[in-house]
């Protein structure tokens, strides 16, 4: 077991994870009314370790058979055969006798390989596709290997934006069709480019339009996250003051895995009194450990870029980048310089848009900004 309460990764049980009621309540109804649903949030406000929550409570796990499939890593359809593939067979089918005769069945046409990783105790199967009909062929026969499923299942794709940037153009369409007739399957779809996640399921024009649920996700509330942090640090026969507790949450603006950072590191220093100041000094530890990185997205950055990125930092995020006074505080140059760097930051998902104030996306990053001169 990890001995530090505060996660920065993955998922372990309700004990290290902090409210999400109403979303969990949200999205098991959805389940359980037989509606599929779309989870849209920044990156790392929680949208994996909501989803594994919600798969891991016991109305979920006595009715269901849950498949959870991340598609960070595929970039054409192949790839997301084999994940997707690979992730359904071994969730559906627990044991190796199983899965080998499932294979077997399913799959017999297309002569997949089927290996074991004594590492992960996943099975690897390599599916040999070599165009995009056998990958079409292939998916046929996973959504007919989960439609064979004795239980309805609840299939969780993460990082569905993926597939707007697959090179096949039909993709959508083609996933649209299966999921439709998969009377036995409730789907969770999730992700955090909000546009190309929302285009997909927002344009008239496209296969899914309108056919989920959208879920977005908030920051956890303060005052609960505020409770969380004090009662892990208080089961572990240490304290945190109202006030240290409140600086966290401030400076990370309650963004989830920087709070989770922050406090796991505080945790770590073994302190038994922590004050403003602990904090201060860890954060200052965490920028200063980081700096490595924060050196190198300077260089791909333009200096104009640059500028307006650090000017952003400074001021905790700005909402109308293209006004004179700001422009003039930060010499920033001209309007139109500043609306394409807007994009570019945008688009190499550096700053976002949060109630209609800029932010840089990272927030240790915007802190480590506001120290520069
Ligand atoms: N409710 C919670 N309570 C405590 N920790 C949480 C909670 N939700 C998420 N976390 C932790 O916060 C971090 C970020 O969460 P997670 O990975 O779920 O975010 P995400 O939105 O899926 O991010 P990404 O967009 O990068 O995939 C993880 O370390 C996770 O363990
Ligand atoms: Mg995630």
């Not at 794709?157 to 439709?180: M, S």
């Not at 649920?213 to 009662?231: A, C, G, N, V």
């Not at 400076?251 to 100041?277: A, M, P, W």
């Not at 904090?279 to 307006?308: A, D, M």
Request: glycine share 4%; charged share 25%; hydrophobic share 35%.
């Amino acid at each position: 077991m990890v001995k530090n309460p505060f996660l920065v990764k993955g998922y372990i049980s309700s004990e290290y994870f902090c409210n999400r009621e109403i979303e969990t309540n949200k999205i098991i109804s959805a389940i359980e009314n037989g509606r599929d649903l779309t989870l849209i949030s920044p990156r790392r406000m929680g949208k994996t370790g909501l989803i594994l929550h919600v798969l891991n409570q016991n109305i979920i796990k006595e009715k269901y058979y849950s498949v959870y499939c991340d598609i960070y890593q595929t970039q054409n359809l192949n790839d997301f055969v084999t994940v997707f593939g690979n992730a359904v067979i071994n969730q559906l089918e627990k044991t190796p006798d199983r899965m080998l005769r499932k294979v077997k069945r399913f799959f017999s046409g297309l002569a997949p390989s089927f290996s074991f990783n004594p590492l992960t105790f996943q099975a690897e199967i390599d599916f040999k596709i070599i165009n995009t009909k056998e990958a079409e062929n292939t998916l046929n026969q996973i959504f007919s290997l989960i439609k064979d499923s004795k239980r309805p299942v609840v299939l969780a794709i993460d990082e569905f934006q993926q597939i707007t940037g697959y090179p096949e153009k039909n993709v959508e369409a083609l996933l649209r069709t299966h999921i439709q007739r998969m009377t036995n399957t409730r789907v969770i779809f999730s992700g955090s480019s909000k546009h190309l996640l929302a285009a997909i399921f927002s344009d008239y024009n496209r296969p899914f339009y309108q056919s989920t649920q959208l879920l977005t996700l908030p920051k956890i509330d303060k005052s609960d996250y505020s409770e969380f942090i004090s009662r892990k640090f208080g089961n572990a026969k240490r304290s945190i003051n109202e006030d240290a507790v409140m600086h966290i949450l401030d400076i990370t603006r309650t963004h989830t895995y920087y709070v989770q950072y922050l406090c796991n590191r505080l945790f770590e220093s073994g302190k038994r009194k922590i004050s403003v100041e602990d904090v201060n000094k860890t954060l200052l530890g965490i920028l200063y450990e980081n700096e490595g990185y924060y050196y190198s997205y300077r260089n791909l950055l333009t200096e104009q870029q640059f500028l307006l990125l650090k000017a952003i930092g400074k001021e905790n995020g700005i909402a109308q980048p293209s006004s004179k006074s700001f422009i003039q505080k930060h010499r920033l140059g001209t309007t139109s310089t500043i609306n394409s760097a807007i994009k570019s930051l945008i688009s190499k998902e550096l700053i976002f848009k949060e109630d209609n104030k800029y932010l840089v996306y990272d927030v240790f990053f915007s802190l480590w900004l506001k120290l520069l001169y």
